[in-house]
């Protein structure tokens, strides 16, 4: 199905890791490339817990689509939802930014629509229970970790003053660890000369996990290095409790047959993921293969099975049980855009993907990360050196990279934090009491 000037369409739907990596591969082929994604910009999502803990600006980690494609004369970008895909007449229907709809064809179509927080038949949690999945979520969050700290300075009483000091992360994998630290530096370092008529020390940090340790797919050395730098940073952490009831004033945990009640104000969740709305839909309409996520399981060269002309990557595809990180997403970018370009080629089949692990890392504070990298077990300072390098180079622009790179020295130096403005008013960003 050619496009106006005669060349074959290929489409790609989100515009994450493993998005550009496709339209970036892609900038010397034959093609036209559509990006369709129903925000303007790339998010970098490993750093999306700093600005929710007002480190960064949204824009320092977002940089906008069409700058980033501005240089590729094969590359458009449409600003929509991707609701539906018709294998038959290959086309995708997107809702459009102004309401209106839209077929658009392809010729071949790459699904990297990511995934979505999944509260474990739960969704009503979503409203006290706060994800970190979008810039806008974090926005929200930073809101209501100021707020928090606004409200706990004029509270009324000793018990609904701790109440508001009281953080409950749920999950202990890489972003909850993340989250935490930052949120102990954030009220040890940046907030104690700010908030002189409150005793910060009465901050809660409980980090909750229905796992038995912190960080599960690390080593144990590492587990346990992070596991006691958290806590010798003041977070309390909750092993082997799984959230049973979330409420705007606790959260309610069983362990070990047991009940036990939180009370806390501010619940962070980042316990579980699960495969977009569009990325299920399809798998229920083509009756394919899909993992407890809804995650589609691929063939060996990325491709939806049936329909060689869609390839599915990153977190919304399951390929021999690769972690949802931005590597693996990234390697299927860039294998996918490979086959495409060998089949316009007429050069026969590639290979099959082969994943390349270049290991994991998690920061713990401004001064300490833990990084497994093939082999190689590094913590404290050479690990935060490491992670800090990883992620700087991962970041799409050097404006972006400088702009981080100068926020992050300044919060190590003397803990300033500036983004700390409360957008919306204490008003809209805590939650409504009475359920309106």
């Given at each position: 199905m050619a496009t106006g000037d005669g060349r074959p369409q290929v489409v790609v739907v989100g515009g994450g890791f493993g998005g550009l990596q496709v339209v970036k591969g892609l900038r010397r082929a034959d093609v036209d490339v559509l990006l369709i994604d129903r925000t303007n910009h790339h998010l970098f999502?490993?750093?999306?817990?700093?600005?929710?803990?007002?480190?960064?600006?949204?824009?320092?980690?977002?940089?906008?689509?069409?700058?980033?494609?501005?240089?590729?004369?094969?590359a458009r970008v449409l600003l929509g939802e991707a609701t539906a895909v018709n294998p038959i007449g290959k086309t995708v229907h997107v809702r459009l930014a102004d309401g209106t709809g839209r077929d658009v064809p392809y010729d071949d179509l790459v699904l990297a629509t990511g995934s979505e927080p999944s509260y474990f038949g739960h969704p009503e949690w979503a409203r006290d229970a706060l994800p970190m999945k979008t810039i806008d979520q974090a926005v929200e969050l930073r809101n209501r970790l100021i707020h928090a700290f606004e409200a706990a300075a004029v509270a009324g009483d000793r018990e609904e003053r701790r109440e508001w000091l009281t953080f409950v992360v749920i999950g202990a994998g890489p972003t909850g660890v993340e989250l935490a630290g930052q949120l102990a530096a954030m009220a040890k370092r940046t907030l104690r000369d700010q908030f002189r008529d409150l005793d910060l020390s009465e901050v809660r940090i409980v980090l909750a996990d229905g796992a038995d340790s912190v960080l599960g797919a690390f080593p144990e050395k590492l587990r346990r290095h992070t596991q006691q730098r958290l806590q010798k940073l003041g977070v309390e952490i909750v092993l082997g409790a799984f959230a049973t009831a979330v409420d705007p004033e606790q959260v309610t945990f069983t362990a070990d047959g047991s009940e036990r009640k939180i009370r806390g104000r501010t619940v962070l969740w980042t316990a579980g993921v699960q495969a977009s709305s569009l990325t299920r839909d399809l798998a229920k309409s083509l009756g394919v293969e899909t993992d407890r996520g809804g995650r589609i399981v691929v063939g060996p060269d990325c491709r939806l099975p049936g329909h060689p002309e869609i390839f599915v990557i990153g977190d919304a595809a399951n390929l021999n049980n690769l972690p949802g990180i931005a590597e693996p997403a990234m390697q299927e970018g860039k294998y996918?855009?490979?086959?495409?370009?060998?089949?316009?080629?007429?050069?026969?089949?590639?290979?099959?993907?082969?994943?390349?692990d270049l290991g994991t890392m998690a920061t713990i504070s401004p001064g300490d990360a833990v990084a497994d990298i093939r082999g190689l077990q590094l913590s404290g300072l050479i690990g935060k050196l490491a992670w800090a390098g990883v992620h700087l180079a991962f970041l799409v622009g050097w404006g972006n990279r400088a702009s981080v790179?100068?926020?992050?020295?300044?919060?190590?130096?003397?803990?300033?934090?500036?983004?700390q403005v409360l957008l919306d008013g204490p008003t809209s960003t805590a939650p409504d009491r009475q359920g309106k």
């Open positions: 999502q490993p750093l999306l817990y700093q600005v929710s803990t007002s480190l960064l600006a949204p824009g320092d980690i977002a940089p906008p689509l069409r700058g980033i494609f501005a240089g590729q004369r094969n996918v855009a490979k086959v495409i370009r060998r089949a316009l080629a007429g050069a026969g089949t590639v290979e099959p993907f082969t994943y390349l790179l100068a926020s992050w020295f300044a919060t190590t130096v003397n803990g300033t934090r500036r983004q």
